[in-house]
């Protein structure tokens, strides 16, 4: 078990807030109720930071820590982080790790001095799925509030409630009811996981479009000269017609990569032929991240750029591909 910090492992100050992060992840675990007799668990604190603090290194770090834990023969591993930026490092993981073991990521929604606090039930939840043989090929996967979410799929949707992570599109892939794990899950479905080269995080912009938005923005950060950029656009894959010069030069200098706002549902590719359409926006050369939400295919883009690829055919495949399992 490898703890990060964030709310499950924050207790509360005399005023009620969770500044503070001095719970280490042998104190969580003393909350649990899990008994030794059913699983030795062998707590970690990896960081002490919220995760809004958790970067490319630290995942990259934590990814290397859980393939040297699967070498060394452990039998699964939970991680325990903020949930801020939960489903981006469960994502980042999941791109990035090849290992024959379940991983399982958890956190909390209420710190521990809160009335109905969720972290142990999340973190014996947890536990349970890295346990169960079901998950040994699944993939990296979120579990809360009962649900186990695949890492792919699993977004933050709300700000407070205990049900915040969800699936939409897909829904979640089990539950654990009582102590009992059930997982709907097909190991065939796999996508190829990513070895980044250099352990430099690519600088990949994400940009969401709004309402009477200004070319120049788009023009001003492929000014800065990131290494790709991410495209947050209208419905299934809409840009107004303003736009499109700019996304145009953009995607001459760097791969762009556009996605739908809306949260859930994949893009359009044929439907819409008339400037800013998703027609018009392939023909320019940007590349569809099919289903996956601005912060998904952000990192996607990352781990592919990280580990050599530039090529914009390549880079498409490897969108295609996530968007086939
Ligand atoms: N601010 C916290 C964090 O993401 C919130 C949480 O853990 O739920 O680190």
């Not at 089990?174 to 190829?192: F, Q």
């Not at 145009?248 to 994949?266: E, I, K, L, N, Q």
Request: with cysteine; charged share 20%.
């Amino acid at each position: 078990m490898l703890a990060l910090g964030g709310t499950i492992g924050a207790p509360v100050d005399a005023a009620g807030s969770n500044s503070t992060l001095r719970v280490d992840a042998a104190d969580l675990v003393a909350t649990l109720g899990i008994g030794a007799e059913t699983v030795r668990l062998e707590p970690e604190t990896f960081r002490r930071v919220m995760s809004a603090d958790i970067g490319w290194d630290d995942v990259t770090a934590l990814a290397e820590r859980i393939r040297s834990l699967s070498r060394d023969g452990v039998d699964g591993v939970v991680v325990t982080q903020g949930t801020d930026t939960l489903e981006e490092s469960a994502f980042l993981l999941d791109l990035l790790l090849d290992v024959a073991i379940p991983v399982v990521v958890t956190g909390a929604m209420r710190n521990p001095g809160r009335a109905g606090a969720d972290g142990p039930a999340n973190l014996a939840d947890a536990i349970r799925v890295a346990c169960s043989a079901e998950a040994v090929s699944a993939g990296v996967l979120v579990v809360m509030a009962g649900s186990i979410h695949r890492a792919r799929t699993v977004q933050k949707t709300h700000t407070s409630s205990l049900g915040a992570f969800a699936s939409h599109a897909a829904g979640p892939v089990g539950s654990v009811t009582e102590s009992r794990v059930h997982l709907r899950w097909s190991s065939a479905s796999r996508a190829p996981t990513w070895t980044p080269t250099s352990s430099a995080a690519p600088r990949v912009t994400l940009l969401r479009l709004s309402l009477g938005d200004d070319p120049a923005v788009i023009d001003a950060v492929t000014g800065l000269d990131p290494d790709g950029l991410v495209v947050e656009v209208y419905g299934a894959g809409h840009v107004g017609a303003r736009c499109v010069e700019a996304l145009s030069r953009a995607a001459d200098r760097m791969p762009v990569v556009f996605c739908s706002r809306t949260g859930a549902g994949a893009l359009y590719r044929t439907t819409g032929d008339y400037p800013g359409s998703e027609g018009d926006l392939l023909r320019r050369g940007l590349i569809p991240a099919d289903h996956l939400d601005g912060l998904k295919a952000r990192l996607l883009l990352m781990a592919v750029l990280a580990s050599g690829v530039r090529d914009r055919v390549r880079i498409a495949a490897a969108f295609d591909d996530i968007a086939s399992t």
